[in-house]
């Protein structure tokens, strides 16, 4: 089983719910770091969903929900750390507000 360092999500949230990352089906990825940062200047709420394959995110696999962030405030998302990303499996994010959330999150890939 091979455990390769990898960055799972970087860049602005979008407004709608988007895959940020997809495990490849032989693999299982656990999330080591996850920040969302705030860049703009009024509050803004984003929530983070871990999707099983083949699932779409809902209320049976959100994980953070409408955590609001003020303006210029970084968030170390606690809640998502050590967590797994099954073979196949998406991390989902949306963000209340264009152009105002960034991630920036990383784990390892173990082969499985």
């Known amino acids: 089983m091979a455990l390769t360092p990898k960055r799972i999500a970087g860049g602005e949230i979008d407004t709608v719910a988007t895959a940020?990352?997809?495990?490849?089906?032989s693999t299982r990825t656990r999330i080591d770091a996850?920040?969302?940062i705030n860049h703009s200047?009024?509050?803004?709420?984003?929530s983070l969903w871990l999707v099983s394959s083949g699932g779409l995110p809902d209320d049976t696999n959100i994980v953070v929900k409408d955590?609001?962030?003020?303006?210029?405030?970084?968030y170390v998302v606690i809640e998502a750390l050590g967590?797994?990303?099954e073979g196949a499996g998406a991390l989902?994010?949306?963000s209340s507000v264009a152009n105002a959330l960034t991630v920036?999150?990383?784990g390892i890939e173990q082969s499985v």
């Open 20 to 25: 940020y990352y997809t495990a490849a089906p």
């Open 34 to 36: 996850f920040t969302i």
């Open 41 to 46: 200047a009024g509050a803004a709420l984003f």
């Open 67 to 74: 955590h609001s962030l003020a303006a210029n405030e970084s």
């Open 83 to 85: 967590q797994w990303i």
């Open 92 to 94: 989902y994010l949306i």
């Open 104 to 106: 920036t999150a990383s």
